[in-house]
């Protein structure tokens, strides 16, 4: 039933989307078995250089007070303080060059020397220089979304560059040694079914790792403040079918989702094709100025990740993303197109 995708199966509801969402649980299952990836994510900077309109840390938001955390306090929180359960971290920011010198290749050198915990960074469109050097100092994935397949939608929006730039990255990034992991936003204004099948069959032409679908956040401060939201079934379906389609990516469940139906997205992304989870440990002197979504954030804590993941029957893996990729590279030597450099 699933093996072409068409544009309706994306707003598919009652029984059907049951059906849908059963058959991603059980191809993730299949692959994975019940163990689910636990990551820790720390947001270092909410300086941006971008204008994007969805998001509410874009430059020209004076509404937000901007700061950067230092290395000495975010090193303390991961190494120390992390959750037994952490076994990667995820170093996220507004696209801050300066944060990636001062704070996050400072960060990557220190957690390489003193823990084992695999690297990912969230960190935008940067320089080809400095993708080699957090690559050097020990990240090996990285997190761009390409936000939306539709050109004119990209450039509507105010995404970084063009959307051929971030494509070109995107491409770049898996050329040069990284695992790489994009994604798209869902329910974005004027976004039509044709749009998300559009994205997910992107998202399956690029070299990617894994990918992450997030429902629109209409939040607080942003041009497209006065818009609906996503609709959280909608993001929902698009996880499913990413997990049909590619049974052996990495796909997180994101804490949008428990912003868009809050108490039960969560776990339902779990339901839903999902096997990677998040645990939020930026320091709280940033914690309420990162406002990707809105202000009134759902912070998803050790306790509540935890939870959720007791409630869908699943358990952490001991073994990390990053030492999951290099298995399965060394498994599947072919398993990656090889694209072209920017
Ligand atoms: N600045 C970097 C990384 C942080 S932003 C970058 O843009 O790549 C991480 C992601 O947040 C973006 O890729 C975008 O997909 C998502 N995002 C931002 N605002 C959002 C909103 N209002 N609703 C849903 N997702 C949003
Ligand atoms: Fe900046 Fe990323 Fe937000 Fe765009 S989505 S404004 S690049 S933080």
Known sequence: ??????????????????????????????VFGERVFVRAVVEVSNFCRENCHYCGMRRDNRELERSRLGHDELAEALIHHRPAAVTDVNIQAGEDPVAVRTVVLPLIHTLRRQTTLGISVCLGTLEPDTYAELRAAGASIYILKFETADEAGYARFRAPGTRSERLEHIRHLSATGWRVSSGFISGLPGQTPMDLLNNCQLARELPLDG???????????????????????????????????????????????????????????????????????????????????????????????????????????????ADFYVQQKESQPDCCPVATPV
């Open 211 to 321: 990918a992450s679908v997030s429902p629109f956040i209409a939040g607080e401060d942003i041009p497209l403040a006065g818009e609906a939201s996503g609709d959280v079934e909608t993001a929902l379906n698009c996880m499913a079918m990413l997990r049909i389609t590619n049974p052996r990516w990495v796909i997180p469940a994101v804490s949008a989702l428990n912003l868009a139906q809050p108490g039960s997205g969560y776990i339902r992304g779990l339901r839903a094709g999902a096997n990677l989870v998040t645990i939020n440990l930026t320091p709280r002197a940033l914690q309420r100025n990162y406002v990707l979504y809105k202000r009134d954030r759902f912070i998803m804590d050790e306790a509540r990740v935890m939870d959720a993941l007791a409630q869908a029957g699943l358990v952490p893996s001991s073994q990390s993303l």
């Open 1 to 30: 039933m699933w093996n072409g995708l068409r544009s309706a199966d994306f707003e598919v509801r009652g029984a059907d989307q049951q059906l849908l969402h059963e058959r991603a649980s059980a191809v993730t299952r299949r």
